[in-house]
């Protein structure tokens, strides 16, 4: 089983048969959404029916925390190229 990233989300791939994926398609333009938004939001209402919902929670509140911190890290990454270009004009 590949366990491929895109960041800090996993990355999946599914092949649907033509004549259901127009149905998604049709869903989700019906929701304003994209398909792939819409497979996701399935996705994690299946997963929160499954699961009881201490470890569903767990598992929202672990995923939030890993988006902080990916935000944090991106905010600080941008400070330090901001200083270093102030840096580098002075000298």
Excluded: W
């Excluded at 672990?62 to 990454?77: K, M």
């Amino acid at each position: 089983m590949s366990k491929r990233f895109h960041g800090m989300k996993r990355y999946l791939q599914i092949l649907l048969h033509p004549h259901r994926s127009e149905l998604l398609d049709r869903m989700a333009k019906e929701r304003g959404v994209r398909p792939t938004a819409l497979v996701r939001d399935l996705v994690y209402g299946a997963l929160q029916q499954h699961y009881s919902r201490a470890e569903y929670a767990a598992a929202v509140a672990a995923d939030e925390l890993v988006r902080a911190e990916g935000i944090r890290n991106q905010v600080n990454g941008r400070k330090a190229v901001r200083l270093s270009a102030a840096t580098n004009v002075h000298e």
